[in-house]
């Protein structure tokens, strides 16, 4: 088979990319171990109001200025609504749904998680500005879509 020389440069150079990309995500799956972010945690979408922390949601203090946050979602609020948090406060934020795919963005910080049935999702941010931060639902979930806010307060 003869091959022309320029089939043979791109041959090298597609066969070539593949193994870069394998190898960039080989490294990244095993040798860093990220993972999808979703599926670490589960929980019964029909029990999140019995399963703990889900049962009684709200602000958690760990120790030091650790805490931990735990969020209720569904059509068409948060439990808690208001939340208030210490200045310099590194929270882990966990929320779950009792009905559909919801979204759980702070607006004017990196928090910005998709909230799916089955899952918890988490991130852990730190409050290093005080004000009030606007919690939005980014993702459509039905009429009441629009009026899913929440309000976090970091005060001194
Ligand atoms: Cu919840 Cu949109």
Redesign the pocket.
């Known amino acids: 088979m003869h091959l022309h020389k320029y089939e043979k440069i791109w041959l090298i150079f597609g066969i070539g990319i593949l193994f870069v990309f394998l190898g960039v995500v080989g490294v990244g799956a095993f040798a860093m171990g990220h993972q999808p972010a979703s599926s670490i945690k589960t929980i019964d979408p029909e029990k999140v109001a019995e399963t703990a922390p889900f049962d009684n949601p709200g602000l958690v203090h760990i120790e030091g200025n650790k805490y931990e946050l735990n969020l209720v979602?569904e059509?068409?609020a948060y439990t808690p609504n208001t939340i208030q948090i210490p200045k310099d406060a590194v929270v882990t934020i966990n929320v779950a749904t009792k009905d559909?795919v919801?979204?759980f963005s702070i607006a004017g910080t990196n928090v910005n998680m998709m909230v799916e049935p089955g899952y918890v999702s988490s991130y852990t941010q730190t409050f290093s500005k005080t004000g009030e931060f606007l919690v939005l639902?980014?993702?459509?979930?039905?009429a009441g879509?629009h009026l899913?806010t929440a309000k976090v307060e970091v005060t001194e």
Do not use: Q, R, S
């Not at 639902?137 to 039905?142: F, M």
């Open positions: 979602a059509g068409f559909v919801h979204g639902c980014n993702e459509y979930c039905g879509h899913m």
